[in-house]
């Protein structure tokens, strides 16, 4: 019997069972990182990594800013290598690719082996060329994924990176064992939410089918840890339908990109929800948003919105873990909105330009199936 082909869908659906047995073996899988981490006294922590690597260890920034109590700056490799890779002293420096063939990562490492620093490198899969780089490569524990469109390598690099988190703060007594465990439990929880609200998403989708399938274009609005949610969202949009995915921080969006809003156009708002300080703006935003367009949704539990436009959920977690699930509704809505529409179409010149390496960002070829 011929093997299924897989789709962005069945990932979606495998990522719960792979971040909730991350979080059973958090110990061991970051433990490398870990144990490089506390060799020195680290005043800040620099992730280099580009497209949904970027994303997802942007999607965990707040979470790790909190319970490490340092900063966690991300920077694009192109940036890195010709722009900005000074200024890093005692900075933990980390390049992160899911295939570990990114060219623009690469690079980054050749630079900071010019620099006699060490190169660590967090990656998705153990055969890959960042392993000639490296001085350590990290398996984050995303397992197999094949589609290009990644969506478990996303949640589960953003867990690894909370996870990271937690373990450095356990050992140096940062939190207690309490807190330790009633955090990995609510990654977990995440994980019961994720599936749940994938669901949830399926269904508004159908219900809303009209709105999603003949949109232009879609503004994604996110703040604090779900702004890394809505940067993601925005990839996942544009590189799937081949429509323009807009991301913007919800207060940012009032100072200028709506002043285009007509009826026409869509929006996703994203609540960081369980009260959190931002909650009450972005909830008034989208009701602010409705007054222009029909098109307007959120990701929100709050009672006072109509139930057709919003992404609900039955359980919450702590706002900072709440991205691990949330992302969801994009990756879902991603792919129904392509399998019912453009079905992964792309221009003819695209393809010329794809097979003309003048531009390569992979070291190897065929990487992923799309």
Known sequence: ?????????????????????????????????????LKKDYTSICVV????SYNGSLCARDFVRKF?????????????????????????TVCVSQSGCSTNAIDCLKLLREKKETTIGLTGRDDCDFVEYCDHLINWGVGIETVGFVTKGVVTLAAFWMLFALEVAKRKDMITHEKYIATKNDIKKAMVIQKELTQETLKKYEANYKAFTSMKELHILGSGPNFGTAVEAALKISETTCLPGLAYEA?????????????????????????????????????????????????????SIEDQYAFRTTQETD????????????????????????????????????????????????????
């Open 1 to 37: 019997m011929e093997n299924k082909k897989m789709t962005m869908m069945d990932y979606i659906l495998e990522t719960p069972t792979t971040v909730t047995a991350n979080v059973d073996r958090s110990k061991e899988l970051t433990k490398e990182l870990v144990d490089l981490y």
């Open 49 to 52: 990594a580009s497209g949904s």
């Open 68 to 92: 490490l109590k340092t900063e966690f700056k991300l920077i694009t490799p192109f940036t890195f290598v010709n722009h900005e890779n000074d200024l890093r002293e005692n900075a933990f």
């Open 251 to 303: 207060e940012e969006f009032l100072h200028g990109p709506n002043i285009k809003f007509t009826p026409s156009n869509t929006v996703v708002l994203i609540d960081n929800g369980l009260n959190e300080r931002s909650s009450m703006r972005i909830v008034d935003i989208y009701k602010a948003t409705r007054i222009i367009t029909d098109r307007a949704f959120i990701i929100s539990n709050d009672p």
């Open 319 to 370: 706002p900072l873990i709440s991205p691990l699930y949330k992302l969801c509704v994009f990756e879902t809505l991603a792919h129904k909105i392509t399998e019912d529409t453009v079905h992964w179409y792309v221009h003819p010149l695209f393809t010329k330009f794809k097979e003309s390496n003048v531009i390569r960002s992979k070291s190897r070829d065929n990487l992923y199936s799309l």
